[in-house]
């Protein structure tokens, strides 16, 4: 039998955990918890503490860079975020860069490192520029990406300054992040699966590689997980193109697939569907060991396709963890 992958979840510090719900109402809004870097790293340390997982992730959200980029950043309640000006109406030079916003998010992880123990890795975190620039042009979230994907195609001088402007300023924050004590990074986009295959080229690998080179130029052993989800077999541009250490799978991907078709001995990172553990029994148990079972000629991080959901059952996890554990 293979030794056991290692295990975390995206979004393991969250909203389905009764300790993290009871710390988010003593402290009130979503920002003031990821700017307050006592609280912010309790929710980091909270998963770890329950289920002992291998990996702790960074609490803290992919629009703070936008926001030390000058937008204006609230979160609207049952609506999600917010960012003023939009980007769709509004310059980027018009706006005042204010990177001092992010040190809230460096002290907590120093704060994490000081608390971890040293057999659990520590993963910081960024938006990939494709993703975070949707939400700066939109000033908000939307299904189609549209106003990103206007602008992109109708303007793609203007386009590529906001994208670089992002590549900038994340080398700068996950720098100091590895920097404060993070051991590896993750580059989410999540919503990569959006673009044809030549503005993937584009706006996903282009930017995505920019940071990687930037990161590795001033840390160079640092492992970097690429995770742009909804890309399919664009994935195998991604792993060509970026220059990831490792690559996270999303649910719609067969394993199969990946264990055959993406670079020999590439780490992968997933690829349970969040909608399995939420179903848990005799539907989670199959789900874990197919993951498993597919990927184990590989390096392989067990983990969900994409974040764990708020009404995910304590339970659920407890079984996961168990089943991958093979206890």
């Known amino acids: 039998m293979p030794a056991r992958p290692p ?3 995206m979004r393991q510090a969250g ?5 993290y719900r009871a710390l988010r109402a003593e402290k009130g809004g979503f920002l003031d918890l990821c700017y307050d870097p006592a609280s912010a790293a309790e ?4 998963p770890i503490r329950r ?5 702790a992730i960074l609490f803290s959200d992919i629009l703070v860079v936008p926001h030390a980029l000058g937008q204006h950043l609230w979160f609207e309640t049952g609506e999600g975020p917010r960012l003023a000006p939009p980007l769709s109406g509004a310059d980027l030079a018009d706006l005042a860069p204010a990177p001092e916003r992010l040190a809230p998010v460096i002290e907590t992880v120093r704060r994490v490192r000081a608390a971890l123990s040293p057999e659990t890795t520590f993963l910081g975190f960024a938006g990939s520029p494709w993703t975070v620039a949707t939400y700066m042009v939109a000033g908000q979230g939307s299904r189609d990406h549209a106003a990103a994907r206007r602008l992109a195609y109708g303007d793609p001088v203007r386009f590529g300054g906001i994208i670089a402007a ?13 920097e404060a004590g993070v051991d590896a990074v993750q580059l989410f986009d999540s919503w990569a699966g959006s673009l044809s295959p030549d503005q993937f ?4 690998i282009a930017p995505n590689a920019a940071i990687v080179a930037g990161l590795k130029a001033r ?25 990831v250490d490792a690559l996270g799978l999303d649910e719609t991907l067969d394993p199969s697939w990946a264990n055959r078709e993406l670079p020999r001995g590439m780490p992968v990172q997933g690829n349970l569907d969040p909608l399995a553990l939420i179903a848990g029994g005799a539907t989670l148990d199959r789900a874990v060991d197919e993951i498993l079972e597919a990927l184990a000629g590989r390096p392989h991080i067990f983990n969900l396709g994409h974040g764990i959901l708020p009404d995910t059952p304590i339970a659920y996890v407890e079984r996961l963890v168990a089943r991958v554990r093979g206890l």
């Open 219 to 243: 840390h160079p052993e640092t492992p970097i997980i690429g995770f742009p989800k909804g890309a399919g077999a664009k994935l195998i541009d991604y792993a060509a193109g970026t220059g």
């Open 15 to 19: 909203r389905y955990l009764p300790e």
């Open 43 to 46: 929710v980091t340390l909270q």
């Open 166 to 178: 992002i590549v900038e300023m994340t080398v700068d924050y996950l720098s100091a992040q590895i």
């Open 51 to 55: 289920f002992g997982f291998d990996g």
């Open 7 to 9: 295990l975390w979840l």
């Open 201 to 204: 080229r584009e706006w996903v």
